[in-house]
C-alpha cells in the first residue's frame, strides 16, 4: 500500500477536496432520520403547517445536498484515480523499458504485462475508493453510532457491543486475502503467457493441428487462476453474511427494546423509525468496510507486484573510461556469460553447473572491418550482439569499443552507436516511414538512402502511397523478405558507428541478400559491421569470419583460412554448395 500512497501524494490536494466533498455530502445524509424523527415527534404533533413545510423543505434541501455532494465527489474522485493509474503506468513501462535483460528474463514477459494491465488497474480502483467508499463507509457506521446516541443510548449500546465483533473479523479475514490475491495474480499470470503464446504462434498451432491441444492447455491454466480466485473471494466473502446476521439480530432488539421503551413513555415513537433507518445507513457502512477490504485486499498484493518492478536496482553501472588511441574498435577479452546466472548468484544457488551461452570468447575488429558469424542455432551468435549493446553483462572477460570498456559508457551514449536489424525484429502498425525514421527524426534523404541500400525500394516504389503505406501490426501485410528489408533501412538510415545485421537476410533470396551486402559494403564503408547468418554465402566476403559452437569460438579468420584450418566450416561450406 506504500506504493499507493506514494503516487497518491502527488494529488493529495484534488484527492483531499474530493474526501471533503464526500465528506460533506455523507453528513448531509446523516441528518435526513434525525429530521423525520424531529418532525414526526414534535413538528407534526404542534399541528403548524408552516413548520411542517419548513422543516419538509429542510429535509428536501438536506436530500439534493446529500445526492449532489456525492455525485460530484464520485466524479473527482474517479478524476484522480485516473491520473494516479495513468502515473504508475507511465513508471511501471518506463521501467520496463529500462530493464537489463536478467531482470526481464527473471519478472518474465507475461507478468510485467500483467502487472502493466490488471495489477495497475487494482491500483486505480482502490484510489477511487479510498476517496469515496472509504469515506463514505465509515461515516455511515461510526457516524450513524454518533447519531442514536444522541437518540438514544440505551439502543446504541446494541450496536456499539456487536461492533468489535464486526471489525475484528474483517481485519482477520482481510489479513488472509492478500497472500491470497497475490497467488491469483500469479496464475493470471500463467494464463497471460499461454494466451500470447498462442496469439503470437497461432500459424504454427493451426498448422500443426494442436489447437484442441492449446485449448487443454489454456483451460487447465485458467482453470487453476479460477480456483485461486474463487478461494480468494470466498475467504473475502465470509464476514458478510455474519455482519448481516449480527445486524439482523440488532435490528430485531431494537425494535423489541424501543418498543418497550415507548410503551413506558421512555422515547418518542420517532426514535424507532430514525433507528430503523440509521440500521440500515450502518448496514450499508458495514457492507462498504467489507468491500473496503476486499478491494484493498487486491490492491496491496498489486501495488506490490508493481513496487518489485519500480524498486528493482538498476544494473547499469557506469565505469569510469575514455575513447583511446588504438587500432582496435571493437574487441572481446576471455568473454564468458551464462543465462540466468546474476539469478542464481543472488539466490544464493551453489554449484551451479548450467552451460556456459559463451566460453571464453576472443575476437577483435578495426573501425570500418566486418565479421561474419556462423553456427548451428544456440551456439551463442546472438548473445554475442546482446553483450556487446549490453543487454547482459558478461560473467568473465571484458569487451570494449574504441579502447572502451562498454560499462564505462551511459546507456544512450552506447545504443547511439548501433544500428541493428534482427531477424524477428519489431514492424510497427504505422506508415513505412515512421517505421525506419522510429522517431529519431532522421532527414528524409537519410531514409530515401536506406530504403536504396536495403533494397527495399524495389517494393515501396510499387506501392501506391510509398513510404506513406501503412505497415499492419508485425507487418502482417508485408511478407518476409520485404520486412526483413525494412528492418534493415531501419538499421541502416541512422549511419551507425556499428552496424549489426543478425540473420537479418533469412527471408531473402540468394541474388538479393547478395546484392544487398554489396551496396552496404560500398555505401557504408565506415560502419563496422557485424553480421550474423547460416549461410556461408552470406559471410565468406567478411574480413573476419567467426565460427561458433556450443558457445565456442572453433575457428576465427577469412574464409580462405577457415577452409584450410576449420573443419567444420568446410563441412558447412561444401554442404551448402554441392
Excluded at 537489463?100 to 488497474?121: A, H, N, Q, V, W
Excluded at 442514536?148 to 446504541?156: G, I, K, P, S, V
Excluded at 513505412?432 to 522517431?439: E, K
Aim: charged letters at 20%; hydrophobic letters at 45%; proline letters at 2%.
Amino acid at each position: 500500500m506504500n506504493l499507493i500512497f506514494r503516487y497518491m501524494k502527488k494529488y493529495s490536494g484534488a484527492i483531499f477536496l474530493a474526501i471533503f466533498i464526500k465528506l460533506i455530502g455523507t453528513m448531509s445524509e446523516l441528518t435526513l432520520p434525525y429530521i423525520l424523527e424531529y418532525m414526526i415527534d414534535y413538528v407534526v404533533p404542534s399541528g403548524n403547517l408552516t413548520l411542517v413545510i419548513m422543516w419538509g423543505l429542510l429535509m428536501f434541501a438536506a436530500a439534493v445536498l446529500c445526492r449532489q455532494f456525492n455525485v460530484l465527489a464520485n466524479k473527482k474522485a474517479i478524476f484522480n484515480a485516473h491520473k494516479v493509474s495513468y502515473d504508475v503506468r507511465g513508471d511501471l513501462f518506463k521501467k520496463t523499458a529500462n530493464l537489463s535483460g536478467d531482470k526481464f528474463d527473471e519478472f518474465t514477459l507475461p507478468s510485467l504485462i500483467s502487472r502493466m494491465t490488471s495489477d495497475s488497474y487494482n491500483v486505480q480502483s482502490a484510489v477511487q475508493q479510498i476517496q469515496s467508499l472509504c469515506v463514505r463507509a465509515p461515516m455511515m457506521l461510526f457516524g450513524g453510532v454518533v447519531m442514536t446516541l444522541f437518540m438514544d443510548w440505551h439502543l446504541a449500546m446494541i450496536l456499539i457491543i456487536m461492533l468489535p465483533f464486526l471489525i475484528g473479523i474483517v481485519l482477520v479475514v482481510s489479513s488472509k486475502g492478500i497472500p491470497m490475491y497475490t497467488i491469483v495474480q500469479q496464475k493470471l499470470d500463467t494464463v497471460v503467457r499461454i494466451m500470447r503464446e498462442n496469439i503470437t504462434g497461432i500459424r504454427v498451432v493451426k498448422a500443426l493441428s494442436k489447437s484442441e491441444y492449446e485449448k487443454k492447455r489454456f483451460n487447465e491454466a485458467n482453470v487453476q487462476m479460477a480456483a485461486s480466485d474463487i478461494k480468494a473471494s470466498t475467504v473475502m466473502a465470509i464476514p458478510g453474511p455474519f455482519m448481516q446476521m449480527c445486524l439482523n439480530i440488532g435490528l430485531t432488539l431494537v425494535v423489541i427494546i424501543g418498543a418497550a421503551r415507548v410503551n413506558a413513555g421512555l422515547m418518542q415513537p420517532g426514535i424507532i423509525l430514525a433507528f430503523l433507518t440509521y440500521f440500515n445507513m450502518i448496514t450499508m457502512g458495514v457492507m462498504g468496510l467489507n468491500r473496503i477490504f476486499m478491494s484493498l485486499s487486491k490492491a496491496s498484493a498489486s501495488a506490490d507486484r508493481i513496487d518489485a518492478i519500480l524498486s528493482a536496482k538498476d544494473e547499469w553501472t557506469v565505469l569510469e573510461g575514455k575513447d583511446t588511441e588504438t587500432d582496435e574498435f571493437i574487441s572481446f577479452e576471455n568473454v564468458s556469460f551464462s543465462y540466468g546466472s546474476k539469478k542464481s548468484q543472488s539466490s544464493g544457488f551453489a554449484g551451479d553447473k548450467r552451460q556456459k551461452a559463451l566460453d571464453n570468447i576472443s575476437f577483435s575488429l578495426k573501425k570500418g572491418e566486418s565479421l561474419g558469424i556462423i553456427g548451428p542455432t544456440g551456439c551463442g551468435k546472438t548473445t554475442i550482439i546482446n553483450l556487446l549493446m549490453r543487454f547482459y553483462d558478461a560473467d568473465e572477460g571484458d569487451i570494449k569499443i574504441a579502447g572502451r570498456s562498454v560499462k564505462s559508457f551511459e546507456k544512450d551514449e552506447l545504443r547511439r552507436k548501433f544500428g541493428v536489424a534482427f531477424q524477428n525484429d519489431m514492424v510497427f502498425k504505422d506508415s513505412l516511414f515512421n517505421n525506419i525514421d522510429f522517431g529519431r527524426d532522421l532527414p528524409k534523404e537519410s531514409v530515401d538512402q536506406a530504403v536504396k541500400d536495403s533494397l527495399a525500394y524495389e517494393y515501396i516504389s510499387e506501392l501506391e502511397k510509398g513510404l506513406e503505406y501503412q505497415a499492419d501490426i508485425k507487418g502482417a501485410n508485408l511478407s518476409g523478405g520485404q520486412k526483413q528489408r525494412l528492418l534493415v533501412a531501419r538499421a541502416l538510415a541512422g549511419h551507425p558507428e556499428i552496424l549489426v545485421l543478425d540473420d537479418s537476410s533469412s527471408a531473402l533470396d540468394y541474388k538479393t541478400d547478395a546484392a544487398m551486402r554489396k551496396v552496404i559494403k560500398e555505401n557504408h564503408k565506415d560502419s563496422t559491421l557485424i553480421l550474423i547468418a547460416q549461410r556461408v554465402s552470406s559471410v565468406m566476403g567478411m574480413n573476419k569470419i567467426m565460427v561458433m559452437d556450443n558457445g565456442k569460438c572453433i575457428g576465427l579468420g577469412t574464409h580462405k583460412e577457415l577452409m584450410e584450418n576449420c573443419s567444420a566450416y568446410r563441412e558447412t561450406y561444401e554442404m551448402q554448395t554441392t
